[in-house]
């Protein structure tokens, strides 16, 4: 009995309709990205009334599976203009499943600026004021809504910040973590923006009384599912005490310095001085000295055996902020020059705080020093730079909006992006095949579009030369896998064991045949993961993106990067055909 | 022995170079856009070292051709990111052709922040230091500049202001008038910011010393040329004392109100209640109040016999400003829900002094009243905002980027505009002939690509119905006559006269093949259009511009406009064939 639940915010209004069987088995990207496909006007303005948010749990999301509780946020984005789905690990989506709620679409436009909490439970829906709620920190407000409502042990929180509520491109989506913090985010793409525009400041989802998600065939549900969780738990990167769950995602600062491919000070140099002291490794040895003893990390979400999600401690110990992710500690560090862990961890939980994604506001704060608006490695400054965001001054306005905005602002023509969006934390010139993900992907520049990453530089699923440009066959099959990977529910990050432990591949397969009660072989990953993005690929088509648009900035091609001192080289052509534009 | 000069700003170096012989006969906007199609790339950065600014006077300019000093600027603009082509009345141009100079091509880029100033005269080009001109109001530095160097009788000065400097988006390149003042301007499309991206703060040229412009076959240029200039004399628009002579161009104000195509408020409304107080009657019985003494307009430029510059006195008969463009008149009127003449008028000397394009810079403050900055009407509060724009602060600095951009700082999703660039003083819903023009224009968002408001409007060339839908060859023919119209050199407004009087268009057509030497007919006008507009056509489609990249804004299409109550209802495919898109 697997429902949508879809909300409109012009009269505030709630329904519950049956899942069309046009969508039998689509869950999370798969499912935001069909609706978004076709319910959402390719053309239309993403702040205006035409747009919407449509949220779905993955297939597995809600089972016994094992890092499965992902949340699919899916839109049209006010950062791209194309399609956008990002997602996050978190109860919220899991109780959501429980609660045999397929997708949740928002829609409809107020007419007035006043905010709404919409609470969702076994009941129905139902909506609250949410006026009082605005203008503060979230940590000032999403505790207190969790506390009102049961406790984080009955209800997770969805939300936006300052940044969604003034509608400001780079707000993301935020949902509390296993310890109800509101740290964890479907970060990218300003789908913040789109909830602010549509005057709903949280969703509370309270899942008490919801039956456990079915499973249609249990026996080889659990089959996969036990695959899956040996190859997690052997792999040297997601087993207990292992590169993750000791180091968090931030293991990667030195890797990516050392390959010369951590883009330092907006993208001029690969290569960061202060690496060593912003790196996952810095983060252990700090957090070891000034908590008296080592701390491993922890999950984001119910059921996760990776557990990579790390805290920054202060000097007295207590806790700072959480989750210092790679991308985070680079965008703040490599990329603004600073190499201080304390100012990067501030920046970081402002970040939080206000509702931003980090990787957008590094980028823009890059940008904006090479503007002239104030010198990397001003660590304060920056610090200060954030602060104008939440206090939505016309300079917060423009940084808030991400690093294109403020390129136009202040005159930058380097600006790093694809489609608006800012550039993650892999240098394109020194990792080819990530670059070609970037340039062709349906999101904008994007990392977790398809994480070539792993064989380029980590070596997982075989070691190829990031300096190679011949790229096209890895960009595609990546993007792929990636398209099912965010269509069960899982993590991104049991990639790093499924790709090299087969037997864990076919455990994620298992799994979701096994809830699904379908035939699903190995031979579906790529099929599902191609309508996935075909799905995306047609509607940036008609939203007036083409092959022009699957390109890396100018400079990246006549500006040789320091160490190896490459550009950007593979030829349109090329890129062209990972998805056979024209 | 006409030559094309080319200024290379990476290492200040300038060279004469022939015209190649693929560009006979071109000149004024099928040259700047022949060169911009043929050298920038189209997917170049706007503000990076790729960009060029050309400058081409058209055919006749510099002959004794009457109200024929345009000088055309060319570029891909900042603002929509597609090419662009602005023109202005100046004496600057008729130097420069005078001085056997067909083009100026601007390129390259300094490593500095620098800026420059351009000598050109019979001897040659030099350079000299303009950065102790920079970040003064033009006022201060243009006069100034053209005394140093002999005085008004024998230089005009092209600059950019603050906004140029600074790369903003709004920011014209200013020319002087006849009397020396800069208040002329290649307004729209940012070209502003590409001169200040290159560190050209002016473009001083003397022509002293020079020959007159070569006439081939000076019996048909003398025949052509007289024919005009009896259309002009004789059309009611164009005549002595006739509607522009006295009213100037915002004579227009009372006649689109009455038509509801007056955009009022940001589009909300198609008339104004304060229309009557800021026309261009309101103007002429303003001016006689103060001065005590009828005021008829005077010359913009050398030659023009329409005469339709207007100034605009203070209480104690002291010159405000010049000139009150009816576009001007609107932006800050109508469209900000100002009503004082006063206030506009310090509005529309503002953007002069800072080099800013009043249309985009009035649609921007509409824009930004709409997102709850001020409050339409507070002319104070607006003349406070132009002057952060002035300062550069933050705000002024997303002012100053235009409409689209504040529309993204302040999560405005009612941005009037098509491809980035503001829509000028006609309402789409009212009168669809320019609306569609503004759909399919190469330029964003621009009355002069296509004035269909002669006929929809003021009966010129027979009278449509502006309400009625079907304009595809209409908004198709306009700008293929304007595209011819650009080429020549003359000002637009010479088409009021020779729509009607069939003589006066053959005497263009005359004194173009007097000039050249050729055997142009009535056949060729369409014919020259065609080429120009396919020139750009074909850049914006490298530059990633698509179908979906010509439609008028969202909301048009559901918000009913007062006093109609009509939607932009014109259908996509209808707009697609103007220019057979697919």
Redesign the interface.
Known sequence: MERILRVNMADRTARFEPVPSSYKNRAGRWLTSSIVHDEV????????P?NKVVFSPGIVTGTPAPTSSRISVGGKS?LTGGIKEANSGTGWGRRLARLGIRALVVEGQPQDDRFWLLKVDAKGAAFESADALTGKKLSDVVPAIAARFGGKDHVDVCSIGIAGE????AAGICFTDREGRPTRYAGRGGLG?VL??KGLKAIVVDDSGAADVPIADKATFDIGRKKLAAALGEHAITKPKGALNTYGTAVLVNILNEAGGLPTRNFREGRFEGATKIAGEAIFAGNKERLGRELYNHPCSPGCIIACSNTWHRPDGSEHTSCIEYESDWAFGADCGISNLDQIAELNLLCNEYGLDTIEIGGTLAVAAEGGLWTFGDGKRAIELVHEIGKA???G??LG?GAV?TG??????RVPHVKGQSMPAYEPRAVKGIGMTYAVSTMGADHTSGYTIAPEILGVSGKLDPLDSKKTELARNFQYATGFIDTTGHCLFIAFAILDIASGFEGVVEECAGVLGTKWTMDDVARVGKEVLDLELDFNR?????A??D?L???MSHEPLPPHNTVWDVADSEIDKVFAKK
């Open positions: 006007p390719a053309t239309c303005h993403p702040l205006g035409n006010p003034k509608r400001m491109g923006a602010g525009s001054t016309p300079l306005r423009i909006n905005v136009r602002a202040f005159g930058v023509a008609k939203a007036g993106f083409t022009v648009d390109r900035p100018e400079f």
